[in-house]
């Protein structure tokens, strides 16, 4: 996988997808910037390379790429494009138009993200991928602010079980990051 982070324009992310292509990587993500809908579907028709967005974090921009055939694979954020409801929104659609889905995590997430994107994750009919950083031990509002840690087994976070997101808060952890 491949992400391009907005920095190429249509010329350049053709010239840059057939060469991934050739090297059989999985998906060629946001070649292109977000207001860039044609571009995105002149490359999804163009390439064999599966184009992907995690740049596109509204439900209506999303079926704006899936009604075109703009995209092979949706990336969906809970912490930063519009929480689990937005992010739940554009799972429905991708089962709709029976696309790829996949869940996003950056840095910046806490274990309660990465419990609400392993929530989503498991109930996405599309689901092929939950990229993220674990860093557990390096976060402070990581493992340590949980109950229960969450856990990875062979590359796979175990979704949190009980209600709610499956996570209990050490009251005791996040204290001091109380702001009054």
């Known amino acids: 996988m ?21 090297l059989n990587v999985e998906w060629f993500e946001a070649p292109l910037p977000p207001s860039e809908i044609d571009g995105y579907v ?16 509204e439900p209506a921009q999303v079926i704006n790429l899936l009604s075109k055939g703009g995209v092979d694979v949706v990336l969906t954020d809970v912490t930063t494009g519009g929480g689990i409801t937005a992010s739940g929104k554009i799972v429905e659609l991708t089962d709709l ?3 790829e889905c996949s869940t996003h995590q950056g840095w910046h997430t806490s274990a309660i993200g990465y419990a609400a994107s392993a929530q989503l994750s498991a109930v996405a009919p599309t689901f092929s991928f939950q990229e993220g950083r674990i860093h557990y031990g390096d976060n402070p509002f990581g493992n340590p602010i949980l109950e229960r840690p969450l856990t990875v ?12 997101l ?9 204290a001091p990051y109380e702001v009054s």
């Open 166 to 174: 499956g996570v209990e808060l050490k009251e005791e952890a996040i």
């Open 153 to 164: 087994e062979r590359g796979i976070l175990r979704v949190p079980e009980g209600p709610g």
């Open 2 to 22: 491949l992400d391009a982070g907005c920095a190429y324009n249509l010329d350049e992310a053709f010239k840059l997808g057939e060469q991934l292509q050739d």
């Open 42 to 57: 002149k490359l999804a028709e163009g390439l064999e390379v599966k184009i992907a967005t995690d740049v596109h974090p």
């Open 97 to 99: 138009y029976n696309v």
